[in-house]
């Protein structure tokens, strides 16, 4: 064997290894933590003054049935108030809100704020927290539907003095419907185990959209051209010394049509490189557990579809031996599963995941695009 070919075959197995670790190892790695290391939330029944905060653009077939939604939850009417931040919608959203927080319905519960210029979600948060009285902040998007239990499971965690910033859990409803709704409901089952084992080491890095709260004087007013606001608000938490944690309990329902498509898994991998800037905050002073979820969790996962490409590559050229032979058909029916299911919605369900996964690692190439040439091109959908 030359020193060449030892070279390529070490290179081969390390491009394997990044995939296999961040989607494997990683898991495995935190349930072995959990044994050593668990550090239990206080939690109490408390009803601090809320405000619920549901940014809006364009929202005209969710916003009603939303603020529905927010109005029957379990909590006390008097200490939740409902603000609806209409970000410059031309669809009829804003007049929609008005109605129902004029009606007999809402109560006088209902707020609405109107931002006449669509300037985006995040510069939307930063000017409405600024009109919020609630002690906590509960962000939640016009298109998930909260448990009606949802509010109190997710703020007891607040009895708690460490604790800054709570997500709840996300779930996908109808996922039959589209095509990649089963490995949707899939893949945020898998986030919702790695981030329940984060949040019980440490901290969870990065809440849901759909559903998070903070204390109101740790809102971070992150700055314009923030992609993944419920990220960086989470990750400005830890950086303060508080603690991000996650409540399995508290549930948002959206149905899977609202959350697929190629564009959305672009926005989402541009949010993921532009909030590698995150860490430099939990380096000083270290704080070891948050940066090792970051680098596992997020950091890892940005490699991973040029390893998969290099891991291709290197293998072409180790064509003489029949294991990477084999290896090599092995990958070629991976991609060409993907292929097939870009076409036709294939049975059993199981084999639409190398899509998925083709999918998703693919919009990494044009979320890198779009993060280094400007953020300002890619608008809140």
């Known amino acids: 064997m030359t020193a060449q070919d030892l070279l390529l075959q070490i290179l081969f197995w390390l491009f394997i290894a990044i995939p296999v670790y961040a989607y494997i190892g990683y898991p ?103 009109e919020l009285a609630g002690e906590v902040i509960v962000f939640s998007d016009a298109s998930a539907m909260l448990n009606r239990d949802a509010l109190r499971k997710l703020i007891r965690n607040f009895a708690d003095p460490s604790v800054g910033a709570v997500s709840g859990k996300y779930t996908v409803v109808k996922p039959h419907e589209v095509n990649i709704g089963a490995s949707e409901d899939f893949y945020w089952k898998y986030e919702t185990f790695l981030k329940t084992q984060e949040a019980e080491l440490s901290s969870t890095l990065g809440g849901h959209g759909h559903l998070h709260a903070i204390r109101t004087e740790l809102y971070p007013f992150p700055p314009s051209g923030t992609i993944n606001d419920d990220y960086i608000i989470h990750a400005s938490v830890i950086a303060k010394g508080w603690r991000a944690v996650y409540e399995p309990e508290a549930v948002i329902r959206e149905e899977a049509h609202e959350m697929t498509g190629f564009g959305r898994r672009v926005r989402i991998m541009a949010g993921n490189i532009q909030q590698l800037r995150e860490i430099k905050p939990l380096l000083k002073p270290l704080r070891a557990m948050p940066v090792f979820f970051f680098l596992c969790h997020k950091g890892l996962r940005l490699v991973v579809p040029f390893a998969m490409i290099l891991a291709f590559g290197a293998n072409l050229l180790l064509l003489d031996r029949p294991v990477y032979a084999l290896l090599l058909w092995l990958q070629v029916a991976f991609y060409l599963l993907a292929a097939a299911g870009a076409v036709v919605r294939l049975r059993p369900k199981f084999l639409m995941l190398p899509y998925y996964f083709s999918m998703i690692n693919a919009a990494a190439f044009l979320g890198a695009y779009y993060a280094f040439t400007g953020m300002k091109r890619m608008p809140w959908k």
């Not at 929202?59 to 939604?69: L, V």
């Open 28 to 130: 495995m790695t935190l349930v072995v933590l959990r044994r050593l290391v668990h550090r239990r939330v206080k939690q109490e029944a408390i009803t601090p003054r809320l405000s619920l905060l549901i940014p809006a653009f364009n929202e005209r077939s969710n916003i009603e049935p939303k603020i529905r939604n927010s109005l029957a939850l379990d909590y006390p009417p008097e200490l939740l108030e409902i603000v609806v931040a209409c970000d410059g919608s031309t669809d009829g959203t804003l007049q929609l809100a008005k109605d129902m927080a004029e009606s007999t319905e809402s109560g006088g519960r209902v707020r609405v704020l109107d931002f006449p210029v669509n300037r985006g979600k995040i510069l939307t948060l930063n000017a409405a927290v600024r």
